[in-house]
């Protein structure tokens, strides 16, 4: 039997419905930055064959084996996490800094694309995607419309046990806090649901340093490790008169004008960062040095700040004696 060509009509009605669900797939895809899965086409009705024709015509390309791509261009940070999450298998979502970054966290500068998976799930490489196996999912962990990605506070703490350093663990856990993103609420809401188990010790003390916790390394950790040094017993809660009004110190050793300010979270809000100058500024016209860390800082760096303080010490020290 001879095959019958399409007629005219047929062939612009073929261009036609090709074009409309083009224009389908193309609408679907802003939210997605130009990028589908091969699941959300078939559901638009564009199935492998169509898909495979716009490929050959240059108009998309593939980016793994479910990812298309509507255009040929570079894929946005936003196309590659969704990348990321259709590429893996299973519950699959954005995490970790990745998660921060879309949530608006600047300073941060991995290109990684982080993603996690419940345990039980396969994992499977993905050029430029770094899944990370979770025990168990919390409820609410990802509540944020489009894109799959866990809620800033959970981010920050997976990103910090993810992290490659207690420094960068650190970074990932305060920024979000000064930016606003989440707050210190929210972060050790997320820690008593999920404490992890990498940097566990760690990371519960980041947490309670940010929200200025009881367990804080402030002046009450703080004098024993100078006990340990040889220092004295300094003084805590070190006040000072200054411009007729009563101004305390954290720890002070007033024989020598020396004193130590730990600055918790409370110190960069609002104006305290202002009144914090002028009381310094103040104390130091008086004749004293103060020496200040923060309590990120102060956990991250404790030696190098220890070795600050007891040099200072003894240069005050001599300088009384030789008066």
Not at 83 to 97: C, I, M, P, T
Not at 225 to 243: E, H, N, V
Not at 257 to 263: N, P, Q, R
């Amino acid at each position: 039997m001879e095959h019958q060509q399409p007629s005219g009509m047929e062939q612009l009605s073929r261009s036609r419905l090709s074009a409309l669900l083009r224009e389908r797939a193309l609408e679907a895809a802003d939210a997605s930055d130009g990028v589908l899965s091969r699941t959300q086409l078939r559901a638009l009705g564009v199935g492998r064959d169509r898909v495979a024709s716009q490929v050959r015509a240059g108009r998309w390309q593939l980016h793994g084996r479910q990812t298309v791509a509507l255009h040929t261009g570079a894929l946005s940070s936003l196309a590659l996490a969704w990348r990321a999450v259709h590429e893996s298998v299973g519950d699959a979502r954005v995490d970790g800094v990745t998660s921060l970054q879309l949530a608006g966290v600047t300073g941060l500068s991995d290109q990684i694309v982080h993603v996690s998976l419940h345990h039980l799930c396969q994992v499977r490489a993905i050029d430029g995607v770094v899944q990370h196996k979770v025990s168990r999912r919390i409820p609410g962990d990802s509540e944020l419309p489009g894109l799959p990605r866990t809620t800033p506070a959970l981010a920050a703490l997976r990103a910090a046990q993810w992290a490659v350093s207690d420094r960068q663990a650190a970074l990932f856990l305060v920024l979000p806090t000064q930016q606003r993103i989440t707050t210190a609420a929210h972060l050790r809401e997320a820690h008593a649901q999920y404490p992890g188990r990498r940097r566990r010790s760690l990371v519960t003390r980041l947490v309670d340093d940010i929200a200025d916790g009881a367990q804080s390394l402030g002046e009450l950790e703080i004098v024993p490790l100078l006990r340990r040094r040889g220092l004295p017993t300094p003084t805590r809660q070190a006040l000072r008169r200054i411009d007729g009004r009563v101004r305390y110190l954290d720890v002070g050793w007033e024989d020598i004008g020396l004193a130590l300010e730990i600055d918790g979270a409370a110190h960069s809000e609002g104006l305290e960062v202002t009144f914090d100058h002028l009381r310094g500024n103040a104390i130091t016209m008086g004749g004293d040095v103060i020496l200040r860390m923060n309590l990120i800082g102060l956990r991250l760096h404790r030696d190098a700040f220890i070795d600050q303080v007891v040099e200072a010490h003894r240069l005050l020290s001599a300088r009384r004696d030789h008066r």
